[in-house]
Structures are given as C-alpha cells and as structure tokens.
C-alpha cells in the first residue's frame, strides 16, 4: 500500500463540469502539496495546505486532518485544466521530502 | 534566476555511460531536492540539501548515483554507468529553509534521461 494515495487514476469529464480528486495518506506530514504536471511539462504547486481549506480561482483545495484526507476541486471546469494532478505529504521531520502520489490524469473534452 | 532551472532538458546516452544532470535553485532558496520520476509513476525522492552537505540521501537507489551541492546554489546529480531503468524524468525543486516552515517548492521542467 502507496502511503499518499488517490483517486481516481484517471478521470474524463465534459467542460463545465465539477471536478474533485482525493487524496488519502498514511504518514505523518506537516503539509500537503497539490501539483499540476503538464505532459512534457514540469510540476506547478497549486496549493500547500496544513489545515481548512484554500481557493485560488477556479481551483478548491480541502485537508481532513484527523481523517488524513484532502481533496482538490475544480469549478466550470476548462479543457486548459486537463493536466495530471499529484498530491504530496510532506515530511514531518527535518528534511521536509515529498512523499508523492502517483497522480491522477484528469481529460476535460470540449 | 526566475525559477528552477535544469539542464539538459533531454539527453540520450549509451547503456554504461556517465552522465551530469545539472539544476540551478531560485537564489536564496537553501534547501535543494532531486526526485526520479519514471513513466506513469509519481516522483520519488532521491536526495535532499541544505546548504552546501547532502542532509539526506536514502533516496538514491544505488552506488552509482552521486550529487554535490559544492556552494549551496547549483547541484549536479552525477550518474556512473547508467543503465536502462535509470531512463526517467529528473527533477529539482528549492525552496526556503526552516524546519516546519511554511515555504513552497518551486520545481523545476525536469531533465528526460534516456538510456539506450
């Protein structure tokens, strides 16, 4: 069993849908990232979050942490948005390393 | 510099060879990461730096993977004798020091290493 978790693997959604992905881990984190990675492309950090919730346009971001749980959400969502989406725990101890999910690949069809 | 910087973006090289992956950190950003990300995979961590000494380095799979950090600013990920399976997408990221703190990563686009 993967400590960081999600689902699903892959998803295909109709522009203007709403969208959620989870993620689910098993270790101790100070932090969770939420990344968005292009084909060919590099990784973008969306959000890092410890706790509650954050919003930065179109895109939600939620943590559980007694439930060790988080979700990132899109609104209306936009064929733009169709990317690979990783969440990552971060380390609780010094070095601060990402533990990363294996991603979901998310499709939105015009 | 802006961001996150790697080079070369793609190399090819011979089973046996050696090779240098190179990343230049946003300035300032003291804690540097290498991640190994293979096709269809999520990264995993290879190694990690504060400063200019390798504060971590359990990720590296082998004897034959090799980083330094000599000023604290650029890092060069050294591999000797590559082989097939270390073909993967190498990627760097910084970010500010702190244990605990509450600093982002900035990633860099990842350098493709292909073995053949």
């Known amino acids: 069993k993967n400590e960081v978790e999600q689902s699903p693997q892959n998803l295909t959604a109709q522009e203007g849908e709403f969208i959620t992905i989870n993620c689910s881990y098993s270790?101790?984190?100070?932090?969770l990232h939420w990344l968005q990675q292009h084909p060919g492309g590099g990784i973008v950090s969306l959000f890092m979050?410890?706790?509650g919730k954050k919003k930065h346009g179109r895109l939600i971001a939620t943590i559980n942490i007694q439930e060790k749980h988080s979700s990132l959400h899109i609104t209306a969502s936009h064929p733009r948005d169709s990317a690979v989406y990783i969440c990552a725990g971060r380390s609780n101890f010094g070095n601060e390393k990402l533990t990363f999910g294996t991603g979901t690949r998310l499709t939105i069809i015009p | 510099g802006a961001g996150v910087s790697q080079t070369p973006s793609n190399k090819v090289t011979e089973k046996g060879k050696y090779v240098e992956l190179r990343c230049d950190p946003i300035s300032g950003h003291t804690a540097l990461y290498w991640y190994r990300q293979s096709l269809g995979q999520g990264p995993e961590f290879l190694i990690y730096f504060q400063g200019t000494g390798a504060a971590d380095d359990s990720g590296l799979p082998n004897d034959r993977f090799f980083a330094v950090r000599p000023e604290g600013s650029v890092s060069t990920l050294k591999i000797q004798r590559t082989e097939r399976g270390d073909s993967a997408v190498y990627l760097c990221?910084?970010?500010?020091?702190?244990?605990?703190?509450?600093?982002?990563?900035?990633f860099g686009s990842g350098t493709r290493l292909t073995v053949v």
């Open positions: 270790v101790g984190i100070s932090a």
């Open positions: 990221a910084s970010s500010l020091t702190g244990t605990g703190g509450q600093s982002g990563y900035t």
């Open positions: 979050l410890s706790s």
